[in-house]
């Protein structure tokens, strides 16, 4: 399913990736890589996370977590900040993707 804008502000894109773990597992890893892309706003582990992202993904960025079948499937409900649009949804996948993937190959 391609996102959806609402209302110009607001892009969904439900599901937007998939975490290969259950979700308190999927929820540890993305609260734990959120500091490289910005600010935790706030979190109702194991199902919801805000982060405002920084940079050239700034904007207020809503994970919805929903079990699937050994797995979690993460979607992403972005808010544009200070009036502005959101950034493109396909950008701010890649750097959750990216950041998951660095944390995993990282030592130790």
Same mark, same amino acid.
Not at 37 to 62: K, M, N, Q
Not at 84 to 107: F, K, L, M, Q, Y
């Given at each position: 399913? !391609?996102? /959806?804008?609402?209302? +110009? &502000?607001?892009?969904?894109?439900?599901?937007?990736?998939?975490?290969?773990?259950? *979700?308190?597992?999927?929820?540890? =890893?993305?609260?734990?890589?959120? *500091?490289?892309? %910005?600010?935790?706003?706030?979190?109702?582990?194991?199902?919801?996370?805000?982060?405002?992202? #920084? %940079?050239?993904? /700034? $904007?207020? $960025? /809503?994970?919805?977590?929903?079990?699937?079948? %050994?797995?979690?499937?993460? %979607?992403?409900?972005? =808010? +544009?900040?200070? +009036? +502005?649009? *959101?950034? #493109?949804?396909?950008? =701010? &996948?890649?750097?959750?993707?990216?950041?998951?993937? !660095? !944390?995993?190959? !990282?030592?130790?």
């Amino acid at each position: 399913m !391609a996102p /959806r804008p609402a209302g +110009g &502000r607001v892009v969904d894109d439900i599901p937007s990736f998939v975490v290969e773990a259950l *979700p308190a597992v999927a929820f540890d =890893v993305l609260e734990t890589v959120a *500091p490289l892309l %910005g600010t935790v706003a706030d979190s109702e582990p194991p199902y919801l996370l805000d982060v405002e992202l #920084e %940079g050239a993904l /700034r $904007c207020l $960025c /809503r994970l919805e977590l929903l079990p699937e079948a %050994g797995s979690t499937s993460v %979607g992403m409900v972005l =808010v +544009g900040l200070d +009036g +502005g649009h *959101p950034p #493109e949804t396909d950008a =701010v &996948r890649d750097a959750w993707i990216a950041a998951i993937n !660095a !944390a995993e190959s !990282a030592p130790g």
